[in-house]
């Protein structure tokens, strides 16, 4: 399966605050999500990453709070804007292939905010 | 929406016990996925289910997919402290191409 490589994989940081979190993949993959985890608990899909073109956003989430870029195939990157202690949580991002191919994710970036 | 209920959420069993996880739905899904999530990592992939009635045996873990592709379970024989960790089911295809269904997790700990 896939690589993927999530950074950072741990951050703290202050309310106000944005940070972007980088997911690399060692091949190209046809499709590229972005999760929010609270631990020990299941996965909330936020976005799907479309290549060139907006992200998919799922109910109760929006672009201005979670703006998405996907340049190609490879790669892609989840802002957390504008932070709050709300928003301390993991998040994932995995990656598809075509067809009936399950997703494989990366290990996650664990974010506190103060 | 396609729903999928997991349970048990919680199980505390002591090495050498046996335990089973189920997912059940509604809505008839594609395929599904059973994860493995151990702390600080993200979910692993145990195994994928496509065909109703398919069971796939992974040393210690069987996994049965139902015949109307509506529910699975996950059988561990002989737990072992080394099985601990989170299991996540989720569902494939049905009217969201792509994405999963997730259940809500088991929290499997597995005391020496």
């Known amino acids: 399966s896939a690589v993927i490589s999530q950074k950072p994989s741990r951050d703290i940081c202050q309310r106000g605050t944005s940070l972007t979190i980088q997911c690399q993949v060692d091949s190209q993959v046809t499709m590229m999500f972005w999760y929010r985890q609270q631990p020990g608990q299941s996965l909330t899909l936020i976005a799907t990453?479309?290549?060139?073109?907006?992200?998919?956003?799922e109910s109760g989430f929006v672009i201005d709070k979670f703006p998405i870029s996907r340049p190609n195939l490879t790669f892609s990157t989840l802002t957390v804007s504008n932070m709050s202690p709300e928003d301390s949580s993991i998040y994932l991002c995995?990656?598809?292939?075509?067809?009936?191919?399950?997703?494989?994710f990366g290990d996650g970036t664990r974010l506190s905010i103060l | 929406t396609q729903l999928l209920e997991q349970s048990p959420q919680f199980l505390s069993i002591q090495e050498g016990e046996n335990l089973t996880v189920y997912c059940n739905s509604s809505?008839?899904?594609?395929?599904l996925q059973w994860y493995r999530q151990e702390p600080g990592e993200g979910p692993v992939l145990l195994v994928t289910v496509v065909t109703g009635g398919e069971v796939k045996k992974l040393k210690r873990l069987t996994f049965q997919f139902g015949d109307a592709r509506k529910d699975s379970s996950l059988h561990i024989t002989a737990a072992q402290p080394g099985d601990t960790g989170l299991y996540l089911c989720?569902?494939?295809?049905?009217?969201?191409?792509?994405?999963?269904?997730f259940g809500q997790g088991t929290i499997l700990t597995v005391h020496p």
């Open positions: 989720a569902g494939a295809g049905g009217t969201s191409y792509g994405k999963l269904t």
């Open positions: 990453a479309n290549q060139g073109s907006e992200a998919t956003y």
């Open positions: 995995s990656v598809k292939g075509q067809g009936n191919q399950p997703q494989h």
């Open positions: 809505s008839v899904f594609s395929s």
